[in-house]
């Protein structure tokens, strides 16, 4: 583990138990907050203003202790002492890199290599990682709610509506995901790439079936094969006994 020398960014806050420091990841701005500082030791069972009473009719402690008491329900500020002691409280939860020297929280840190996510020689997997995780939630999602067939296909569509823009020469349409996160970009673009390679979803559970195949690989729901008019070639709607082109009785 590789212990901070110095220090994140940080600021005070009071929400009335005592000021706190607030230590801020330097990647992430992620939030990491130490206990309130407060100058006696107060039971939780007793409240402050009660406290602070009790104390003023002391007469070896008197109005000065209590005063101090009050003070720290509003004070903002924190001595040297007081911020050394809060950051030993949530210096556990930094990292800092060799490399680019940030301190940063643990979930922007590789633990494995010692550097952080950006620098780790591990990036490139790290991602990868990432974007599998992401995907298998975002599919935990569509499969509870069963529409991962509909996603699948009309990720089909919108990508093969592309290719074939960009093959007519015309202007290349917009990705419906534009703004979505990478890894969902890549499975689109592996569905563009299914699509013109003659790939189709299945009905049921929209796998991705090769062409030619006549039983979802995942699922084994048949898959309708298109009949054609043996005159004109023409499609034949399904349970259709004659072309609606030219008439010939359909086989």
Known sequence: MTAPTRMPRYNFSNDGMGPYAIFFCDRCSREYRSNPSITQTVKDSVTRGALGGFLRNVPIVGNAAANQLENDRYRTS????????????VSQYFRECPTCHQIVCIPDFDEVTGFCNDDSPRAAEVEAAKAQQAAAALKGVADAFGISGAISRGMARAQANAVAQQTAGGPPTAPPASGMPPEMRAAMVAGAMNAAEGMAPCANCGTMLSAGAKFCANCG????QARQCANCGAELAAGAKFCANCGTPAA
């Open 78 to 89: 924190m001595s040297a002492e007081e911020l050394q002691s809060a950051w030993g409280q």
């Open 221 to 224: 729901t048949p898959v309708a």
